[in-house]
């Protein structure tokens, strides 16, 4: 999931387009991206170009954001997106763990009128600094959170906090990605506002790599590429990682691989990048 791109809900002539692209997860959004006049309309456009799993043949992963739990949209985003065959339903404005299991209690309840069988995974939105301080006790409220998803735009603007400087960024993704490690979730890299500003974007994303986020959030799909180029293993990293796992073959504990030594968190990742390779091979 190197790269998420953003696709409003509003702007049906964007779908199959995104849909062909080279995004790795499509966002269809129904929340910041839609007018609260359209919101209607986007919903029914996104149910009727999801219903048919367009993303399966096209060896995509999608995701919905809905509406906030509170807002007056939220059950009516729940019952058209619940019945699809999506992988992830993204939420938006938790901050609490409370609010956490108030949003998937009435998730379930619509899933059981609706006689939906299929228990959708979460993403879960942290964009505020309440919602940063308890990001570990959310990731751990409920077996079906995946992942946790960083919101800078709603975390640093209202306070002032300056994106440009990158040693703010890094605290935020830290924080972030420490909360997800320790759940076992995965970490998903804010959207970033500069479309046309790739050392910005790739500044944030190759922070994001080394802490070891899945992917980055896209707002416009010339930052797909960015986003692809920044998390892929590189050439180097795939051969050493086929080298460790080799060397695995015969040895019992710790063992040596050019040079370093090599034990069981090693090996977990080095096989991590095989198949985060294969993956992009397929």
């Not at 922070?207 to 797909?224: D, I, M, T």
């Amino acid at each position: 999931m190197r790269s998420k791109l953003f696709v409003p809900g509003s702007r049906p002539m964007l779908f199959a387009k995104a849909l062909a692209g080279d995004a790795d997860l499509l966002s269809f959004d129904l929340e910041d991206a839609v007018a609260g006049e359209d919101k209607a309309a986007a919903r029914t456009q996104v149910a009727a170009f999801l219903q048919p799993a367009p993303h399966r043949a096209a060896r995509k992963q999608v995701v919905v954001r809905v509406n906030a739990w509170s807002s007056s949209a939220w059950e009516d985003d729940l019952r058209a997106i619940l019945p699809l065959d999506i992988d992830l339903l993204n939420l938006p404005k938790i901050e609490s763990v409370e609010q956490l299991r108030q949003a998937i209690s009435e998730v379930e309840s619509v899933e059981a009128r609706l006689g939906v069988r299929r228990a959708v995974g979460l993403l879960v939105n942290i964009e505020t600094p309440r919602a940063l301080r308890h990001a570990v006790k959310i990731a751990q409220a409920h077996p079906r959170v995946r992942g946790l998803q960083l919101g800078l735009g709603d975390l640093f603007e209202p306070h002032g906090i300056r994106r440009s400087d990158l040693r703010n960024v890094h605290a935020a993704q830290y924080a972030l990605r420490m909360a997800a490690a320790e759940a076992g979730a995965f970490a998903y890299d804010a959207a970033f506002p500069g479309l046309e500003d790739e050392a910005g974007f790739r500044a944030e994303a190759d922070a994001a790599r080394a802490l070891g986020f899945a992917g980055k959030s896209c707002v416009h799909p010339r930052q797909v590429a960015w986003a692809n180029a920044a998390f892929a293993p590189s050439v180097e990293e795939v051969d050493a990682a086929r080298r460790t796992v080799a060397a695995a073959e015969g040895s019992a504990g710790v063992y040596a691989v050019d040079g370093r030594m090599v034990d069981a968190p090693f090996l977990a990742r080095a096989r991590a990048v095989l198949a985060a390779a294969g993956r992009e091979r397929a």
